[in-house]
């Protein structure tokens, strides 16, 4: 079985930057890939950055290019997202997730909230 646990988010002001962390603890294959995923009040989820668990590729959505940087931990099982230059619409519960599939993942943590005041 596998368990995802989120932490490292909060509240923080338009511009600043938080950490987001996630353990990750059963099997993971070298196929998975790992990711970020959110959700804010009154919209869909969507996809913020993903990272290949083997090769370490990364993805990221248009909307947080350049601001947010995915990352493994050593060992592998840890997963970040860095969050710099934090806008309000970033505002969401964020979501650590696996699985064989990037867009659609199998696993899911149980999410922690991001607060971005302007």
């Known amino acids: 079985q596998v368990r995802l646990v989120e932490s490292g988010g909060g509240s923080v002001q338009a511009g600043g930057s938080l950490r987001l962390s996630c353990v990750v603890s059963g099997v993971i294959y070298n196929t998975d890939c790992m990711g970020w995923f959110r959700q804010a009040p009154g919209k869909e989820r969507e996809a913020v950055a993903n990272?290949?668990?083997?090769?370490?590729?990364?993805a990221y959505a248009d909307s947080v290019k350049g601001r947010f940087t995915i990352s493994q931990g050593d060992p592998k099982n840890m997963l970040y997202l860095q969050m710099d230059s934090l806008k309000s619409e970033d505002t969401a519960v964020y979501y650590c997730?696996?699985?064989?599939?990037?867009?659609?993942?199998?696993?899911w943590g149980q999410g922690t909230q991001v607060t971005v005041s302007s």
């Open positions: 990272i290949v668990y083997q090769t370490g590729s990364t």
């Open positions: 997730t696996t699985g064989p599939s990037c867009g659609d993942p199998q696993y």
